[in-house]
């Protein structure tokens, strides 16, 4: 990600939303661009998968002057960005630049289910991959050990932790769970974040209760209506190739009680307590 690093130039009014692998970044790609745009009369995520509407820039960077243009073929101020990369690796002019970070986080046990799915469908598409299905108890050992995509899992959150902990005007830290238990109460925390007051905003069918934008917003960005939408059926994402069909799988939560055996399960829940150890952060599901 050197390219990263040296060339992207960040505005102060950019909005980077940042997660690990495989913890629910799709969605919250549809409802930050929904908070922000709801007014707009024409919804853009029926026409464009959200990885197309907020460029990642783990993906720009790694492909062709065309996709650098992403980041300035669009919205012109308050840009939705998403990364992959931990805090710890985003450069200085990033850091400092003054934008707005919101970082998701999920139970690493459900995380690592999603990922061993994604991983597993990919392989197939790729001839220079492995046939064979990757098994989960090799999953469980790559997790322990943290060799995965972007860094050992549990610095990844703890750097976006701390973060949110010293500047929380700047970084928003979300947990995958508490959006599903009590997703209302979620959006209103993420919109104050984002400066979007929906009290005086009036959507594009002149609707300004609270309670009613605040359920347009779920709608539209709903894992089973995104899932539903020919957009994401079909195509597949340019860098990779990976059909967009494989980002939308069921979006639940302890799923991983299907897959992990109880001593994978306690394995992960030791390391967990270990690793958030004395820091105020839980990733309990519920």
Known sequence: MAAFRSEFQPRSDDIPLTSFPKTGATWLMALCHNILHLEEDDNILT????????????????????????LDSGRTTGRLL???????????AVRNSGCKFVHLARNPKDM???????????VKLNPTMPSASFPMEGAVESFCSGVLPFGPFYEHVVGYWEESKKRPDKVLFLKYE????DPKEQVRKLASFLGKLFSTTTAADGDDDDEVVVEKVLWRSSFGRLKEL???????????????????????VRDWNNY????????????????LQGIGLSLDDF
């Open 230 to 252: 020919e957009v994401n059926k079909n195509g597949v994402l340019e860098i990779g190739k990976v059909p967009n069909v494989h980002f939308f799988r069921k979006g639940t």
């Open 178 to 181: 508490e959006l599903r238990r």
């Open 260 to 275: 992990l055996t109880p001593q994978m399960a306690e394995r992960i829940d030791q390391l967990t307590q270990l690793k």
């Open 112 to 122: 690592l289910v999603s990922m061993w799915h994604f991983y597993n469908k990919i």
């Open 47 to 70: 026409k464009m998968k959200p990885h197309d509407v907020v460029p990642a820039l783990d993906v720009v960077y790694l492909a062709d002057q065309v996709q650098h243009a992403l």
């Open 82 to 92: 998403h990364t992959h990369l931990p805090y710890s690796c985003l450069s200085e």
